[in-house]
C-alpha cells in the first residue's frame, strides 16, 4: 500500500497543472485528481446525474439547484453559481466527487475552496459517497498542508 505522503507529493506536483486558480484551490484540485486516480469515483449520465443531485439536496434538507449542460471545453467539469443557486456541468458525465464538490460550493456558502468548503466537502463525501473516500481526501488534504477539521468533525 502506498504511502499518504506518496499520494501528497503527487498532488503538491500536479498542483502546478492549475496556473488560472489561486494555490489553496490548486492543491485542492490536485488532491481530488489524486483521489479519483487512485480510489475511482462513479461516473453518472445525464439521465442520473439529476437524480443523484436531487437526492443529496433531499437529504441535506436544501432546495436541488437549477441544473445545466454545455460541452465539454477545456479542464472545467463543472461550476457552481451560489447566488443563482445553480450548477453547470461541461460534458455528458460527472463523477461523484465532481457532483459533491459542487454541491458543497451551495451549501457552504463559499465560492473559493478554503477551510469551509473543504469541511463541507469532506462531510458530503463521506455522507453521499463513501467513507473511504472521505477518509482518504482528508488525508491528503492534512498532507499538503490544506486545513480541514479534526477527522472526528466530519460528519
Known sequence: MTEISAFAAEAKLAAGNYKRCDHESALCYAVEGVVEKAHGWKSLPKTELALFVDAVCDAEGID????????????????????????????????????????????????????????????LVRRHASLEH??????????????????????
Do not use: C, K
Open 64 to 123: 436541488s439547484p437549477e441544473i445545466s449542460h454545455l460541452r465539454r471545453t477545456g479542464n472545467v467539469i463543472a461550476s457552481a453559481d451560489i447566488e443563482y443557486h445553480s450548477i453547470e456541468f461541461r460534458g455528458s458525465t460527472a463523477n461523484v466527487g465532481s457532483v459533491l464538490h459542487e454541491i458543497a460550493h451551495l451549501t457552504s456558502g463559499a465560492s473559493n475552496h478554503g477551510i469551509a468548503f473543504r469541511n463541507e466537502y469532506l462531510r
Open 134 to 155: 472521505a477518509a482518504f481526501l482528508h488525508a491528503v488534504m492534512r498532507s499538503v498542508g490544506l486545513s480541514v477539521a479534526p477527522w472526528q468533525a466530519i460528519n
